[in-house]
């Protein structure tokens, strides 16, 4: 059984803002992280890069890994 997957979904934007995702779990967030995300990433993006991959392997809390994605989304301004 999957651990990965979060309380809450969160949603981001994807391209110029007409479409949005809800990523529910860390596999998609690592997903997203990987082919959506903009150009400039700061070190927000590195640590839920990190602990989202952690936890799509069992290493790390799926709520962590949430509020890492989350607060690396807010920084990069994809956080609806």
Known sequence: ????????????????????????????????????????KAASFAAAKKICTDAAHGRADAAAAALAFKVAAEEAGVLR
């Open 1 to 40: 059984m999957r651990r990965d997957f979060w309380d809450q979904p969160v949603e981001v934007i994807i391209g110029d803002g007409d479409h949005l995702k809800s990523i529910r779990n860390s596999r998609d967030a690592l997903a997203y992280l990987m082919t959506c995300w903009p150009p400039e």
